[in-house]
């Protein structure tokens, strides 16, 4: 499997300075990070379990596509190459499927050339 993602964030942060329990000044927060564009590459697996059910595993390697030194991805994610990793396992419940097939028309037998 492979693909891409553009993820977007908002943070926000608030704080309270307390002296004996009053509270002396109160500080939020809040910003937008920039879109960002990952790469991402990995492989999966499903087990059927019946006609809806299954386990399914999926793990992939990810890259932010914006340009950044060795040294800040080595910082940010532990690696000079800036990928990350997930890893991702579960039950589905898939509705509607397999789904439904038209029945097969019977063929009629071939008749022997004279």
Do not use: C
């Amino acid at each position: 499997m492979g693909g891409t993602t553009l993820a977007s964030a908002h943070f926000s942060s608030y704080a309270d300075r307390r002296i004996d329990g009053q509270i002396i000044s109160s500080t939020s927060y809040g910003d937008h990070a920039p879109l960002q564009l990952y790469a991402t590459a990995g492989l999966g697996a499903r087990v059927r379990l019946g006609k809806h059910w299954h386990v399914v595993w999926d793990m992939s390697l990810n890259r932010n596509l914006h340009a950044t030194s060795r040294y800040t991805n080595l910082e940010a994610t532990g690696n000079r190459w800036g990928l990350t990793r997930s890893t991702n396992f579960g039950v589905q419940y898939r509705f509607g499927w397999p789904p439904r097939r038209k029945p097969a028309e019977p063929v009629a037998p071939e008749t022997p050339a004279p």
